[in-house]
């Protein structure tokens, strides 16, 4: 999926195109509709362009390339993942061996060799990071994640179908997320191949409409996995992040704060649309809070925002508040 970005559209390409057995494709979603993209995917043999003639989102893009996609997997990158050497035939390897439902990252490292990520973790309250960020040494082989992560990951594309694909009123952020609890629930897996190695150009930015699309996709998402048993047994816990990101976007500023009350006031607009998703997933769900639980984090993620000092100092001093609600989940759901 494109969006404004020749430069890294063609250093992907570039990387991948190697890589491609005779049956393979590539699908180039180019949200914003640009000439670059156009002659860069003209200028691969093996690569087709969508232009839906608007921008869909990360979610909405992808849906689409599945849609149009032939083979029997799909592999959904960012435009600026640079795949390495062998990158696809680790991923292909993996997916082999993959049980129904599965969703496979791959390692993606940043452009000085540190890890970005070996998938998603997840806390209870719905923030993700990155599984990893920062290390110097990555794991190898596969093994299981919480979440995958967006920015590279393979799957079935009838498997991909059956989940019903990227929810698209997660515009952007988050939507990786979503997808790998709904796996979950549906009695599926997320795994990383640990081999399968990637550049990503990854920077932490951290804007007002970022907030603002992070906050709206975070409480549609606890309300559309969590039922309401859990939801009560959590409240102190997702209340007190509720104050904490009240007051980080305080601290950032009036846009910063502006967004986060607009992403309050956009999903209690559209509460219908995300109670009726609710209702379809709760409906389809074959395994218990207990299990979802069990993949999320109770400590919740503070270093990046706050940084190394305060993050870590904070994160300890309120690490009660947070675990005793996570707790509490996990013993009334064992009855």
Known sequence: MHYADPAALRACLAALTPQLAPADEILVVDNAGSPEAAALVAGAPQARLLSPGRNLGYGGGNNLAARAARGRYLLILNPDVRPTAGFLQHMAVAMDFMPPLALVTATLLLPDGRVNAQGND???????????????????????????????????????????????????????????????????????????????????????????????????????????????????????????????????????????????????????????????????RLVGDDVILRACRWRIPLRQPLGPLVGTALAGLLAPAFYLPYAAARVLLKR
């Open 122 to 284: 997840v806390s209870y309250a719905g923030i993700t990071t990155c599984r990893g960020l920062g290390d110097r040494h990555h794991r190898l082989g596969t093994f299981p994640v919480p979440a995958i992560s967006g920015a590279a990951f393979a799957v079935r594309r009838a498997d991909f179908q059956s989940l019903g694909g990227f929810d698209e009123q997660f515009f952007l952020y988050l939507e990786d997320t979503d997808l790998s609890l709904r796996a979950l629930m549906l009695g599926g897996s997320c795994w990383c191949a640990g081999d399968a190695l990637a550049t990503h150009d990854y920077r932490w930015r951290f804007s007002p409409e970022k907030q603002h699309e992070l906050e709206k996709n975070r409480l549609q998402l606890l309300v559309k996995t969590f039922r309401r048993g859990t939801l009560v047994a959590l409240s102190p816990g997702l209340f007190l992040v509720e104050l904490g990101t009240l007051a980080y976007a305080t601290l950032r500023g009036p846009a910063h704060l502006r967004a986060k009350l607009r992403a309050y006031a956009l999903v209690a607009r559209g509460h219908r649309s995300v109670r009726a998703r609710r209702r379809r997933l709760q409906a389809a």
